[in-house]
């Protein structure tokens, strides 16, 4: 891309302009800039070939990162998401990463675990080593079932066998591992697992019933690091409370429910500006996050020796850019080319990187100044145009109630009453 992601005062111009500004800094078409300004944009054609009983779009506001540089490269990052100050947060941090070079991530192959499901075997541990003694064929038999995945480099890579204790007695649990490229992958898992099913009952001789992706996506893991320097984040101090805010959430998972939420809240709104399954990469998180037997932080934060604070981000990445949602909604499409990327690893990297960064400002906020402040001018705003406030009105209700700390209901109707009339 090569120009700086830097967009100094994005936030204070018109939408018309960030469209425009955004439209030289990524190449967007005449007819993409349009479609960005029209609310309407996913039609009600589209919408009814998506989901069922169609009566409407839920519309919610995109907004992009500014200031992201991740492996060496400048980019800006859509954001869907209703919350205030998530987006500004993340600029903010991507700014403050940029001194130590930004954000490097990396991700491992996109490879997506498929579940198959045996019940009724009495000796699990013989019908275990059947079910591996006949690997070749099994996945032989997954890969016949997607040929495009195969032609693009993908498919059933490797199986495994576990035998786990339930409240109905002991399984046999098959895995197949599939490649899934630049989808999500829970299609092409399915297929294949239903498919093998009858193959692995007649090897087993047990009862299959479940057959079906798994989202703790363990072998589809993303990869974050970032240093950013205690000047940048305005001291010594603040690395401290840092470092202690993340010692906190790693012991306390009622602390982590919340500090893993702040992740989620830029890992969400990229997934879902994508047009990805936002329900997957939750689910992901959460149980990798528990995955050692207690919930625990995603990320880790760590002083290192020149007092700079070092941030790491691991999770299962599960997000695709062909198939689904990515492919036909209209907005999705014009996300991933904001982005500039190719692959569904590049988009996990980035997503990752978003993640850091939004930890990084929810917990500088909280370990210095505390989160209100910030929140405040947009949550202002929003209380002033929930009773009635229009046009310049919203602003001055806003700001007056932000100046005399009050911002509630009863105050902006108060204060809408005073300035209607003057
Ligand atoms: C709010 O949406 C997210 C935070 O609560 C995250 C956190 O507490 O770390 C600010």
Not at 10 to 25: A, M, N, S
Not at 26 to 40: C, D, F, I, R, T
Not at 299 to 315: A, I, Q, R
Request: a neutral charge.
């Amino acid at each position: 891309m090569g120009k700086s992601s830097e967009l100094s005062g994005f936030y204070k111009l018109p939408v018309t302009d960030r469209v425009k500004t955004l439209k030289e800094f990524v190449g967007l078409s005449e007819e993409e800039a349009a479609l960005l300004q029209k609310p309407g944009a996913l039609g009600f054609d589209a919408a009814n070939r998506m989901v069922e009983n169609v009566i409407g779009v839920m519309p919610v506001p995109m907004g992009v990162a500014v200031n992201f540089l991740i492996n060496g490269r400048d980019l800006v990052v859509p954001m869907a998401i209703e919350e205030p100050s998530v987006i500004a947060a993340a600029s903010n941090a991507a700014k403050m990463s940029r001194p130590k070079g930004g954000f490097h991530a990396t991700t491992t192959e996109p490879v997506m675990i498929g579940q198959i499901q045996v019940v009724g075997i009495k000796d699990p541990n013989r019908a275990r080593f059947e079910i591996l003694a006949q690997k070749a064929e099994i996945l032989k038999h997954a890969n016949a079932q997607d040929p495009v995945l195969i032609s693009l480099g993908g498919g059933a890579r490797d199986l495994e066998v576990r035998i786990i204790e339930t409240s109905q007695g002991t399984m046999v649990i098959a895995e197949l591992l599939v490649d899934c490229r630049d989808a999500m992958g829970a299609n092409a898992v399915n297929t294949m697992a239903e498919a093998v099913a009858p193959l692995i009952e007649k090897i087993s001789g047990g009862r299959v019933y479940l057959r079906i992706i798994s989202n703790l996506a363990v072998k589809r893991l993303a990869r974050a690091k970032a240093i950013f320097t205690k000047e940048a984040l305005g001291g010594a101090d603040v690395v401290d409370g840092i470092v202690n805010a993340y010692a906190f959430a790693a012991a306390d998972p009622y602390r982590c429910a919340t500090h893993n939420k702040g992740i989620m809240n830029g890992v969400t709104a990229v997934v879902l500006a994508t047009g990805n399954d936002t329900r997957a990469i939750e689910a992901g998180a959460h149980s990798y996050a528990a995955r050692l037997g207690r919930y625990t932080s995603l990320t880790t934060w760590e002083k290192d020796e020149s007092g700079d604070l070092v941030g790491t981000l691991e999770m299962p990445m599960a997000v695709g850019l062909v198939g689904g949602a990515t492919a036909s909604n209209p907005i999705a499409k014009i996300a991933v080319k904001i982005l500039g990327i190719k692959t569904a690893r590049e988009l996990a990297e980035i997503i990752v990187s978003v993640g850091l960064a939004q930890n990084l400002a929810a917990l500088r906020a909280l370990a210095a100044e505390g989160i209100q402040r910030g929140h405040m001018g947009l949550h202002a705003r929003n209380v002033a145009i929930s009773v009635g406030a229009t046009g310049d009105l919203i602003d001055k209700v806003a700001a007056q109630m932000v100046a005399e700390r009050k911002v509630r209901m009863d105050r902006a109707k108060e204060l809408l009453a005073e300035l209607s009339k003057s």
